[in-house]
């Protein structure tokens, strides 16, 4: 069963950082891209970051801009978001997810329960 699990997430003053994590089982993590997602109250949500297990290749939504960076540890099957100088409009809920798809596509068949991130001073 395919399971991803999020983790990370809280309140956080502007200009501050925090790291997400998401912890995935149920399938070969090397041969997969996982994606972190995020949505804002009363919006749609929206594709942050993705990255190929496989070859590290990773691909980033256009207001990332540097400020957050994804990475992979293949030997403890997890992702990472690390998000640095967080903004008001950074406050959502944000999702991990993946289709099992060596590379990155932006589609999704499994999606994590989400973690909320806050920022607000």
């Known amino acids: 069963e395919v399971e991803l699990v999020e983790s990370g997430g809280g309140l956080v003053q502007p200009g501050g950082s925090l790291r997400l994590s998401c912890a995935a089982s149920?399938?070969?993590?090397?041969?997969?891209?996982i994606s972190w997602w995020r949505q804002a109250p009363g919006q749609e949500r929206e594709k942050v970051s993705c990255?190929?297990?496989?070859?590290?290749?990773?691909l980033n939504a256009g207001f990332v801009k540097g400020r957050f960076t994804i990475s992979s540890d293949n030997a403890k099957n997890t992702v990472y978001l690390e998000m640095n100088n967080l903004k008001p409009e950074d406050t959502a809920v944000y999702y991990c997810?993946?289709?099992?798809?060596?590379?990155?596509?932006?589609?999704?068949?499994?999606w994590g329960q989400g973690t909320q991130v806050t920022v607000s001073s």
């Open positions: 997810a993946t289709d099992r798809v060596r590379y990155c596509s932006w589609t999704v068949d499994y």
């Open positions: 149920g399938f070969t993590f090397g041969d997969a891209a």
């Open positions: 990255i190929s297990n496989s070859d590290g290749k990773t």
